[in-house]
């Protein structure tokens, strides 16, 4: 008799795989506050930051990369473009990293943890970048001739006196988390799902890097620093491999050694043989 191996049906979510979610709000909980209180840290640093964003303008430059005030200028021929991009730089970010985390914790469990890491990771590097490289956003860098677009036009998360911000550090320019987490959540939605529209999460980041060059708030630069900060945490970082279970076709009567590589089918010799056949 033949058998025929069957693509395994999708598996519903491994709970083993699901760390505890008290422990996980609690991890989240002190990340988030000590992300925080190191860029409450590397605020004050006004003179560092602007000298640095100078560096920057000018080094982009040199890279010949497009100005940011190509972008700007496209959201600027609309009152209701450049305010929705506002809209969308302070209230997805959050909010959008938050919903990809919850979903993977209870449908992707193993995805999860993986994306958590390169998360924490990413923003614990980033997070030291900020304090060894203050940067003025390109909408304070007076050589840019940027606006900026959330005094304008609103809204805006940050306060009107970058160097008293209680609530931000708005020197903290390099890299660019917001453009850094979009990117990190269309690959970890990529790599978890199925569906063959999968690639269409690539426009979370893409819309992002507009909205943060076009409101000035970040230059070119951040976005690929950014980028090759992941990329790190990824080559680092690997997702755990699924354990394979072997299902039979046929219950097996015969006893598996723990540990035997050995198959667990072995037939056996057949229990009639014909008159004359010899053993």
Same mark, same amino acid.
């Given at each position: +008799?033949?058998?025929?191996?069957?693509?395994?049906?999708?598996?519903?979510? *491994?709970?083993?795989?699901?760390?505890?979610? $008290?422990?996980?709000?609690?991890?989240?909980?002190?990340?988030? @506050? =000590?992300?925080?209180?190191?860029?409450?840290?590397?605020?004050?640093?006004? *003179?560092?930051?602007?000298?640095?964003?100078?560096?920057?303008?000018?080094?982009?430059? &040199?890279?010949?990369?497009?100005?940011?005030?190509?972008?700007?200028?496209?959201?600027?021929?609309?009152?209701?473009?450049?305010? /929705?991009?506002?809209?969308?730089?302070?209230? !997805?970010?959050?909010?959008?990293?938050?919903?990809?985390? =919850?979903? @993977?914790?209870?449908?992707?469990?193993?995805?999860?943890?993986?994306?958590?890491? $390169?998360?924490?990771?990413?923003?614990? /590097?980033?997070?030291?970048?900020?304090?060894?490289?203050?940067?003025?956003?390109?909408?304070?860098?007076?050589?840019?001739?940027?606006?900026?677009?959330?005094?304008?036009?609103?809204?805006?998360?940050?306060? *009107?006196?970058?160097?008293? *911000?209680? +609530?931000?550090?708005?020197?903290?320019? +390099?890299?660019?988390?917001?453009?850094?987490?979009?990117?990190?959540?269309? =690959?970890?939605?990529?790599?978890?799902?199925?569906?063959?529209?999968?690639?269409?999460?690539?426009?979370?980041?893409?819309?992002? @890097?507009?909205?943060? !060059?076009?409101?000035?708030?970040?230059?070119?630069?951040?976005?690929? !620093?950014?980028?090759?900060?992941?990329? =790190?945490?990824?080559?680092?970082?690997?997702?755990?491999?699924? %354990?394979?279970?072997?299902?039979?076709?046929?219950?097996?009567?015969? %006893?598996?050694?723990?540990?035997?590589?050995?198959? &667990?089918?072995?037939?056996?010799?057949?229990?009639?043989?014909?008159?004359?056949?010899?053993?």
């Amino acid at each position: +008799m033949m058998y025929t191996r069957r693509e395994p049906a999708e598996r519903e979510p *491994d709970a083993s795989a699901r760390p505890p979610l $008290v422990r996980e709000l609690l991890l989240t909980a002190g990340l988030f @506050l =000590v992300y925080k209180l190191g860029r409450q840290a590397a605020n004050g640093h006004v *003179d560092e930051a602007f000298h640095n964003a100078g560096d920057v303008w000018s080094f982009e430059r &040199a890279l010949h990369l497009p100005g940011e005030g190509a972008v700007q200028g496209l959201l600027l021929h609309s009152h209701t473009l450049v305010q /929705a991009a506002n809209t969308y730089y302070a209230t !997805v970010h959050f909010p959008a990293t938050v919903a990809f985390l =919850v979903w @993977l914790y209870w449908r992707r469990p193993r995805h999860y943890v993986w994306s958590r890491r $390169v998360l924490a990771a990413l923003t614990g /590097a980033a997070l030291v970048l900020h304090l060894l490289f203050p940067l003025a956003p390109p909408r304070m860098l007076h050589a840019a001739g940027l606006v900026d677009t959330g005094q304008v036009y609103g809204p805006t998360v940050y306060g *009107d006196t970058p160097a008293t *911000d209680s +609530m931000a550090n708005q020197f903290a320019a +390099m890299p660019s988390l917001h453009f850094g987490w979009a990117l990190a959540v269309a =690959v970890g939605l990529i790599v978890a799902t199925r569906s063959r529209w999968r690639l269409l999460w690539l426009l979370h980041p893409l819309l992002t @890097l507009v909205v943060v !060059v076009g409101t000035a708030n970040h230059y070119w630069l951040d976005a690929i !620093v950014v980028s090759a900060l992941l990329a =790190v945490a990824y080559a680092a970082l690997r997702l755990p491999r699924q %354990p394979v279970l072997t299902h039979l076709p046929w219950p097996s009567s015969f %006893p598996v050694q723990r540990g035997s590589t050995e198959r &667990a089918y072995a037939p056996s010799e057949p229990a009639y043989a014909p008159s004359g056949a010899r053993r």
